[in-house]
């Protein structure tokens, strides 16, 4: 167990629809990084947040956005659906940005 | 050029060998390397880090820099069948951490 933490576990949402994912990082850390992990892929980087300012962004649209909270707590947010979307979405955290990131459980998000 | 390549495998080693996984990055300004498992269905689990050029070794598991030739390695000692997963390299980036699409070990009993 790592400490971080998602929800929901799984999803399953309608194309066009929005959907907000939620992590919990894990204790003492300030730094949360979101990915995307298709089937049979590597995790792909959407975007960081540090101390509630993103702090990095990888090639993903706008449709795409988050959010850090005080406590270090995350969201991300995903407009307009697509099929595409179909993923595991992973968030992790870590102590500072170049320092080992630990994964929470993940949401399973599937798009119909 | 994809940043981190590993060979997808699968790899397939008897029980108690050592099982050898390679990666190489393109990006010569990354500082930071991470080799993660990860088991079918579940997230990654952070396994080795290692920042500097030489060997770290954890248990059974060594990781292995070599900067120059910017090549990260992970050997595994007396390979157990729990030990099948998928291995995934991660080098960091620009306040990014790019990952390989990992390499799947099995260890045959």
């Known amino acids: 167990e790592t400490g971080v933490t998602q929800s929901p576990t799984h999803l399953i949402k309608t194309r066009g629809q929005q959907v907000t994912l939620r992590c919990s990082s894990q204790?003492?850390?300030?730094?949360v990084s979101w990915y995307q992990q298709a089937l049979g892929q590597g995790p792909q980087f959407i975007f960081q947040?540090?101390?509630?300012?993103?702090?990095g962004r990888g090639n993903f649209p706008p449709r795409f956005s988050g959010l850090q909270f005080p406590n270090y707590s995350s969201e991300l947010n995903v407009n307009a659906l697509e099929l595409d979307d179909s993923a595991l979405y992973l968030c992790?955290?870590?102590?500072?940005?170049?320092?080992?990131?630990?994964f929470g459980p993940g949401t399973r998000l599937t798009v119909t | 050029q994809k940043e981190v390549e590993q060979n997808s495998g699968p790899l397939s080693v008897p029980e108690g060998a050592i099982a050898s996984l390679n990666c190489t990055y393109s990006?010569?300004?990354?500082?930071?390397f991470f080799w993660y498992r990860q088991y079918s269905g579940k997230s990654p689990e952070l396994i080795m880090f290692?920042?500097?050029?030489g060997d770290k070794e954890d248990g059974r598991f060594t990781a292995q820099l070599n900067k120059a030739s910017q090549y990260v390695s992970l050997l595994i000692r007396d390979s157990q069948p729990s030990d099948s997963a998928t291995y995934l390299c991660?080098?960091?980036?620009?306040?990014?951490?790019?990952f390989g699409t990992g390499t799947r070990l099995t260890v045959i009993p």
């Open positions: 991660a080098v960091t980036g620009a306040n990014n951490l790019f």
């Open positions: 290692i920042y500097s050029n």
């Open positions: 992790a955290s870590s102590l500072l940005v170049e320092k080992e990131q630990y």
């Open positions: 990006d010569r300004g990354s500082q930071s």
């Open positions: 947040y540090y101390r509630e300012e993103e702090n």
């Open positions: 204790s003492g850390h300030n730094t």
